[in-house]
């Protein structure tokens, strides 16, 4: 589906000179200056893709964002780039979208649209990981009758530079009653601290932790998806992460079989004829079969469309253990095939190792995605045999 794709072209062409350009490794230790989220706005669609015309949107789906983060990720090479702008246009957009009120969505979607506005997820918390139940965010009622926030929140994306928060917590609901609920936080309301300098990986994004401490917020205005509630919300969030972190990292894995195929050439032009060593040939068919098996995935969620993506838990759980598994070592196999010294070394292949080991704890570890996918198969069985019953 990427491939002759006018879309993947477009973005690609757009992050070839904003993104590739930058500084690589270890000697770029901060993101990219902000007012790159306001260049992305003004020569593209991405912040506006998903929504309908009649907000000002574009009325585009999954296929068209997929398009657009893979040639963004293609064109750039910098996972932790792209992931920042997917956070902000094909999640934050897509919850306020989906869950928030009429109210809600005219306040803050315009500048979500114009990037004067950067949104960030906030679920993950230290020793907590990405299992909601154990989170320790909360809201209280003062004596007042306020709504009171607490929340630290650590490994966000975009975090650092957030202006619209969408902060997970649990909610009091009566006496012995409580449930988890999202809620809007307002860059303003909240400490936020950038820790991109701190991470082995994805060094280049905007990832940071929040805290703050009773928060004052009007609960009618604050909150989101209250009718169904912040479990759901979290699964769709869990859900989109995981396709379209697969979709920008096989536009990465893209990427590195161009740049291998453009050195190999030089060599062969040279008479080294290292193409037709067995080894070689072994790793570009290798980079080559994991960017087919995961397109081969992605495009079958995409094709069925934004309504039954909560029906492919299997296959996006496959997903991300293709990027903790074979998209890593796809990453490793051409760092040893180009020869570079160290991994540390500010070279292309090294900077994207590093990304992809930080990519086997972010969005849930290889345990959880497998608890995810046995899940899935045997609570899907029986829904089948239910529905034959």
């Avoid at 009653?177 to 991470?199: A, C, M, T, W």
């Amino acid at each position: 589906m990427f491939n002759k794709n006018p879309v993947v072209d477009r973005f690609r062409v757009w992050s070839e000179k904003n993104i590739r350009p930058l500084p690589l490794g270890l000697a770029r230790e901060a993101p990219p200056p902000n007012s790159i989220w306001k260049t992305l706005a003004t020569e593209t669609n991405l912040f506006k893709m998903i929504a309908p015309e009649a907000l000002g949107g574009e009325a585009l789906g999954m296929a068209e964002m997929s398009s657009a983060l893979y040639g963004l990720a293609l064109g750039g090479m910098d996972v932790a780039i792209a992931s920042s702008f997917a956070a902000h246009s094909a999640i934050g957009a897509d919850l306020l979208l989906k869950f928030g009120t009429p109210a809600q969505i005219a306040k803050y979607l315009p500048s979500i649209f114009d990037g004067s506005r950067i949104a960030a997820i906030c679920n993950s918390e230290e020793n907590t990981g990405t299992d909601i139940r154990k989170i320790k965010s909360h809201v209280r009622t003062s004596e007042s009758g306020k709504t009171l926030l607490t929340t630290t929140k650590g490994c966000v994306t975009n975090a650092s530079i957030a202006d619209l928060l969408f902060v997970s917590a649990w909610n009091p609901k009566g006496e012995n009653d409580k449930s988890i609920d999202v809620f809007l936080v307002e860059g303003s309301e909240i400490d936020r601290q950038p820790i991109n300098h701190l991470l082995g990986g994805f060094r280049t994004g905007w990832t940071g932790k929040i805290h703050g401490v009773d928060i004052p917020l009007v609960r009618e205005e604050r909150i989101i998806g209250e009718k169904v509630g912040g479990f759901r919300i979290f699964r769709r969030c869990f859900n989109l992460e995981r396709l379209y972190m697969a979709v920008m990292v096989s536009g990465i894995l893209e990427g590195l079989e161009n740049d291998a195929r453009k050195a190999l050439a030089t060599r062969e032009a040279n008479g080294s004829g290292i193409a037709a060593h067995q080894y070689i040939q072994e790793k570009i068919v290798q980079s080559f079969a994991t960017r087919t098996k995961m397109n081969a995935i992605i495009e079958t969620i995409v094709n069925a469309g934004d309504a039954r993506l909560g029906e492919f838990e299997r296959e996006l759980g496959v997903l991300k253990l293709l990027i903790m598994e074979d998209a890593f070592d796809t990453a490793n196999a051409h760092f040893e095939m180009m020869g570079y010294r160290s991994y540390l070394e500010d070279e292309l292949p090294q900077k994207i190792i590093r990304d992809m080991l930080a990519l086997r704890f972010f969005g849930g570890t290889k345990e959880l995605q497998k608890m995810t996918i046995f899940q899935a198969i045997v609570h899907g069985d029986n829904d089948r045999k239910l529905k034959a019953a």
